[in-house]
C-alpha cells in the first residue's frame, strides 16, 4: 500500500497534538501491570515472618531460583536473608566456628576476595603471601585454622602480559587433594574468565567440580562445600557484550542448578545474582558488601 503525502502540507500546518494512551512502563501489558500492582506485600508497619536458623536447615533452600527476592540490603546495607536466620558472628564468634578447620578458597579475583574476607574475620599470620593470582595461605595457629587460595584452571585473563605458567592444577585435582579426614571447608567459584567462551566449557567445568565434590563428600563426612554464583555485571561492556549485559549468566546460572541437583542438600549456594541487582557494582568485581556477607552466609550453615 502506498500513501501520497500533500505536497501542500509543511511544518507551520501542525498547530495541536492528541497523545495516544500513555504507554505501560517496564515494557509490560496493561494486564501485566495490574497482576504486578496486586501482588501481596508485608504493609510497611509489619515484621517479617519468623525464619529457621540456617544451621537448622538443609542447604538446599540456597537453591531456590524460582522464588524471588531471596533478600534485601536493609538501611544499614547489610544482607537480610529470606531463607533462613543467619548468625552475625562477631570476632570471637569467628574464631569458634571456624576453629580446627582447613579452608580452600578456589577460583578468580572475586574468590581471592572472599579469601580476603574470610581472613578478616580473626587475626591470622600469613604463611604464604602469593598475591592474584597465585596461591596464598594464611594461618592462626592458636586455633588450628588453615586459610588457602587457590585460582581455577585456565582460561584466565591476567592482562595484556606474559605471565608464568600457574602450576596448580585444575579444580578436580585441588578438590581430590583435599585430605579425607578432619574439617575441611570449600568455597569454590566459576564465572567471568569462562563466560568469553562457549558454554559448554563453563558446563564441562562445573560437572567436573561436582564429581570431585561428591567424591569428597563421600570420603570425608567432615567436609562442607559451597558454591559461589555468578554475580549482574551489566555496564554494556562494548569488548565483550556477551559479558557486559549479562547475557550469558542466567544460562549459567541454569548450567550450575542441573549439575549441582543430585548434591543440592550438602552444598551451599551462595547467590550473588540477587546481591548485585540491588547494589552499584563494577562490572568485574562487586561491593566490597557482597564477598562479606557471602562469607556470612557460608559460616551461618556451619555453625549456630
Known amino acids: 500500500m502506498f500513501f501520497i503525502v500533500s505536497q501542500r502540507l509543511n511544518c507551520s500546518h501542525w498547530t495541536a497534538t ?22 501481596p506485600g508485608y504493609p510497611k508497619s509489619s515484621r517479617l515472618p519468623p525464619l529457621p536458623k540456617c544451621s ?18 536493609d538501611s544499614h546495607q547489610n544482607w537480610k536473608s529470606l531463607q533462613c536466620e543467619r548468625t552475625q558472628f562477631s570476632r570471637d564468634a569467628s574464631v ?26 580473626f587475626p591470622t599470620q600469613k604463611t604464604m603471601p602469593g598475591a592474584w593470582p597465585r596461591a596464598a595461605e594464611s594461618q592462626n595457629k592458636s586455633f588450628n585454622i588453615s586459610v588457602k587460595f587457590l ?10 602480559r606474559w605471565e608464568p605458567l600457574l602450576p596448580y592444577g585444575g579444580v578436580e585435582k585441588i578438590i581430590d587433594s583435599v585430605p579425607s579426614t578432619g574439617r575441611q571447608l570449600i568455597i569454590l567459584h566459576y564465572y567471568l574468565h569462562l563466560m568469553p567462551f562457549h558454554l559448554s566449557v ?38 565483550n557484550h556477551s559479558i557486559g549485559g549479562d547475557a550469558l549468566g542466567k544460562q549459567y546460572l541454569d548450567i550450575i542448578s542441573s549439575a549441582f541437583e543430585g548434591l543440592k542438600h ?30 556470612l552466609t557460608f559460616m551461618s550453615f556451619l555453625c549456630p
Open 18 to 39: 492528541f497523545p495516544l494512551a500513555m504507554p505501560p512502563p517496564y515494557r509490560v501489558t496493561a494486564a501485566e501491570r495490574t497482576l504486578i500492582h496486586h501482588l
Open 56 to 73: 537448622e536447615v538443609s542447604p538446599r533452600v540456597t537453591w531456590d531460583m524460582a522464588t524471588r527476592p531471596q533478600g534485601f540490603w
Open 96 to 121: 569458634k566456628c571456624l576453629s580446627n578447620s582447613q579452608i580452600y578458597v578456589i577460583g578468580d579475583s572475586n574468590a581471592n576476595r572472599l579469601y580476603s574476607r574470610l581472613l578478616a574475620r
Open 151 to 160: 585460582p581455577h584452571e585456565y582460561p584466565l585473563f591476567l592482562g595484556q
Open 202 to 239: 563453563a558446563r564441562s567445568r562445573v560437572v567436573a567440580a561436582v564429581k570431585a565434590i561428591a567424591r569428597l563428600l563421600i570420603r570425608n563426612p567432615n567436609a562442607h562445600v559451597a558454591f559461589r554464583g555468578p554475580h549482574v555485571t551489566s555496564r554494556e561492556w562494548d569488548i
Open 266 to 295: 550438602r552444598v551451599v549456594f551462595l547467590d550473588g545474582w540477587e546481591m548485585t541487582t540491588a547494589l552499584e557494582n563494577a562490572e568485574f568485581h562487586p561491593n566490597n558488601k557482597v564477598p562479606n556477607e557471602m562469607v
